[in-house]
């Protein structure tokens, strides 16, 4: 291991909160001027850093200096945004050029995860003993098999690969108006870009992430501001797409307005489904199949189960719950539930604080309301308006037909009154 003055600072930092109160207070004001001293002098590297790589292959670090400088050591850093410590690689210098030093990464046996920001810089060290550090770059590694093209609106980025223009523009405003009719109830705003990236082929989709040993049918990484869609390039695909985005978008609204901490799985993915629209017929048949031992609320405040057959009940669970807080506290309540989880309350401890109730008994309070409607009668609630609609539209022909008839019967008479008068 490379010693690094930060690392051994912060050994020092946790020991001088456990001495007594004036020894740590002086302990600690010795380490901040220490590591201000530290931090000065390692000066920046006038230099240029590159990252270039061929997807799912290889990815090669450039680092090149803008003046010769004898370079003894060159460390590489760089990190995704999950990371907590970022990967650290010495860099043999061997026969390579000391104006230019590069590190390649075999991504085959290494790999990285599609559309993760990896951000990176370097620090050398010249024959004098100075170390020198390069500023820090971030780069998403795409999928770069493919050609993308991109067009925004505020904050939102759409990366599409096929189909016609037309179809891009209608995706990226079915997403500015997710993210207004999601995020404004509860005054979300962000500068933050969140790119979606579009595939239409699911097989494409499917060998990027393969690729990395990942799975995926339909994918939002908060903190990476990434979201993936899978659908066909033509109507059919547009209208998956109207339940797909609010889906994704609503997990990066409530990641960031909770902080990045964690929220109960149960919360973060019932909100999603309940901003779908109306239910997915399949979320309604789960509910009324006998529950499998290991679906309730409490197993539900972490992971979901990656059992196919236990979880559609538990997506159907989640909705459930979070549509009758919905219903029972309006969308305030949803929110304050949210601050709740974002402040690091328990799963159990928030709901008890905000609803006054156990988890257990919220569970049971949500199926018993579901169970008080009639069969099907979730889904007739929710395209309501829309039945309205096709009525009333359906009524037009069928008025028209009527007026023009009552108009043919008004003038009769006058016509026939005319051949009896000739």
Not at 22 to 49: C, D, H, N, Y
Not at 402 to 417: A, C, E, I, K, Y
């Amino acid at each position: 291991m490379i010693p690094s003055a930060p690392g051994f600072l912060e050994k020092f930092r946790w020991l001088a909160f456990r001495l007594p109160g004036w020894m740590a207070m002086g302990l600690l004001g010795l380490l901040t001027l220490f590591s201000f001293k530290a931090e000065a002098q390692i000066p920046p590297l006038p230099a240029r850093v590159e990252l270039d790589y061929t997807f799912g292959q290889r990815m090669r670090f450039t680092l090149e200096m803008e003046s010769p400088l004898p370079i003894v050591e060159a460390i590489l850093y760089y990190a995704l945004p999950d990371m907590e410590i970022p990967q650290r690689v010495r860099v043999a210098l061997g026969s390579q050029t000391p104006s230019r030093i590069t590190y390649e990464r075999d991504l085959r046996r290494e790999p990285l995860p599609p559309f993760a920001p990896l951000t990176f810089w370097w620090e050398v060290q010249d024959r004098d003993g100075n170390w020198w550090s390069t500023e820090r770059r971030t780069v998403r590694y795409l999928d770069n098999r493919v050609a993308w093209r991109t067009i925004s609106t505020g904050p939102l980025r759409l990366h599409w690969h096929a189909g016609d223009p037309g179809l891009a523009r209608s995706a990226l405003e079915l997403a500015r108006q997710s993210l207004a009719r999601i995020g404004g109830p509860l005054g979300y705003q962000t500068a933050e870009p969140i790119e979606l990236f579009w595939y239409t082929d699911r097989e494409l989709a499917r060998a990027a992430f393969r690729m990395a040993g990942l799975e995926i049918g339909g994918e939002v990484r908060p903190r990476w501001r990434a979201v993936i869609l899978i659908a066909s390039a033509d109507g059919a695909g547009l209208e998956i797409l109207r339940r797909l985005i609010p889906h994704e978008l609503t997990h990066v609204i409530l990641d960031d307005l909770a902080g990045g901490r964690p929220l109960p799985a149960w919360l973060d993915e019932g909100w999603a489904l309940l901003n779908e629209g109306w239910p997915d017929p399949a979320l309604l048949r789960a509910l009324q199949e006998p529950r499998l031992e290991g679906v309730s609320l409490a197993t539900l405040c972490g992971d979901f189960p990656s059992d196919p057959l236990r979880a559609p009940q538990a997506y159907a669970l989640s909705w459930a719950v979070v549509r009758y807080i919905q219903d029972r506290e309006g969308i305030g309540g949803l929110r304050r539930l949210l601050e709740a989880y974002a402040e690091g309350v328990s799963c159990e401890n928030g709901v008890r604080r905000i609803l006054g109730r156990s988890l257990a008994r919220l569970e049971s309070e949500a199926e018993a309301a579901l169970q008080a409607q009639p069969p099907g009668w979730s889904v007739v609630e929710s395209l309501g308006p829309w039945i309205l609609l096709f009525f009333l539209l359906s009524l037009g022909p069928v008025l028209l037909a009527f007026n023009q008839r009552s108009h043919v019967r008004t003038r009769q008479p006058s016509l026939t009154g005319r051949r009896e008068s000739a």
